[in-house]
Every structure is written in structure tokens, then in C-alpha cells.
């Protein structure tokens, strides 16, 4: 799941790709460009965090 700007730049981005070998294989892309590790707890959960979290950037559901 990815959330961006008009200018293609992401914000943020979930994700389980293994492209960060120091990050654990679900993880989450900042907008500062830092990786996080993230608890998977099944897809439904992961979409009601990244809604939470998009809204935060002022984007209403």
C-alpha cells in the first residue's frame, strides 16, 4: 500500500518486499526515507493502520 503526492513522490509505504536487509519482511517506508519494522497482524488490520495514518496527512476517507 503506498500513499503519495500529485508529484509521485511516496509518503508512505507498506510493505513485505525483502529489499532492506536490516528491516524485518513486513515494514513500512517514512516519508523521511527510514524503514520500520511493523507487526503483520493480517491484511484488514494493516489497511485500518495505513487509513489512520494517511489521514494524519489530512486525506479524509
Known sequence: MQYGN???KAI???????????AAHHHKHCADGT???ID???LQ????RFK???SDYGHNW
Do not use: I, K, M
Open 35 to 37: 524503514v520500520v519494522d
Open 45 to 48: 488490520h494493516l489497511f485500518q
Open 6 to 8: 500529485a508529484a509521485g
Open 12 to 22: 508512505l509505504r507498506y510493505d513485505n518486499f525483502p529489499d532492506h536487509p536490516d
Open 40 to 42: 503483520f497482524d493480517g
Open 52 to 54: 489512520s495514518e494517511v
